[in-house]
């Protein structure tokens, strides 16, 4: 058995419900176990700015899925739920939803379809702060740093908010 971490994030339509229905889904799986879900948090738009915010969560699995498969797993997920892949769609651009896998046990792997840790994971406050909830003291395997050393020193913060406490305005 493995441990996974999941980041998904919805920034268009019921963003709650898609996240709701990734997590189900993803549960429904033979060989996952969704383990802890983080709160969910709305968050500023990374890269792309000029569109909705986004809400995000994290999810701790349990999985016999080698991360290709997982992410195959993944990727289905979003074409059930209707996710737009086309290139007419900005990087970082508004998306029903999206399953990034963070980290994957203590592996490194970066090949033509996957990267573990995902990239830039650790400068990306809407990935650390729902990671912070679950597991502040889980050790980065490339930066050998805990996700909240990581948070810390972040030097470009978006915002985070935990769901229904951003202010009026932003």
């Given at each position: 058995?493995?441990?996974?971490?999941?980041?998904?994030?919805?920034?268009?339509?019921?963003?709650?419900?898609?996240?709701?229905?990734?997590?189900?889904?993803?549960n429904?799986?033979?060989?996952?176990?969704?383990?802890?879900?983080?709160?969910?948090?709305?968050?500023?738009?990374?890269?792309?700015?000029?569109?909705?915010?986004?809400?995000?969560?994290?999810?701790?699995?349990?999985?016999?899925l080698?991360?290709?498969?997982?992410?195959?797993k993944?990727?289905?997920?979003?074409?059930?739920?209707?996710?737009?892949?086309?290139?007419?769609?900005?990087?970082?651009?508004?998306?029903?939803?999206?399953?990034?896998?963070?980290?994957?046990?203590?592996?490194?792997?970066?090949?033509?379809?996957?990267?573990?840790?995902?990239?830039?994971?650790?400068?990306?406050?809407?990935?650390?702060?729902?990671?912070?909830?679950?597991?502040?003291?889980?050790?980065?395997?490339?930066?050998?740093?805990?996700?909240?050393?990581?948070?810390?020193?972040?030097?470009?913060?978006?915002?985070?908010?935990?769901?229904?406490?951003r202010?009026?305005?932003f």
């Open positions: 058995m493995s441990i996974a971490y999941l980041c998904l994030g919805s920034n268009l339509g019921d963003k709650i419900g898609y996240i709701q229905q990734s997590h189900i889904l993803l429904d799986i033979e060989g996952i176990k969704v383990l802890k879900a983080s709160s969910f948090y709305e968050t500023e738009p990374y890269g792309f700015k000029n569109q909705e915010w986004f809400v995000n969560a994290v999810l701790e699995i349990e999985t016999i080698n991360p290709n498969e997982l992410l195959n993944c990727i289905n997920i979003e074409n059930k739920l209707g996710r737009n892949r086309s290139d007419d769609f900005p990087r970082w651009g508004p998306r029903c939803i999206d399953i990034d896998i963070l980290l994957y046990d203590n592996q490194v792997i970066s090949d033509k379809n996957l990267t573990i840790p995902h990239p830039l994971f650790e400068k990306r406050s809407f990935a650390l702060v729902p990671m912070l909830e679950i597991n502040p003291d889980l050790i980065h395997p490339v930066l050998n740093k805990s996700i909240e050393q990581i948070h810390c020193d972040l030097e470009e913060v978006e915002s985070v908010y935990l769901y229904g406490t202010p009026k305005g």
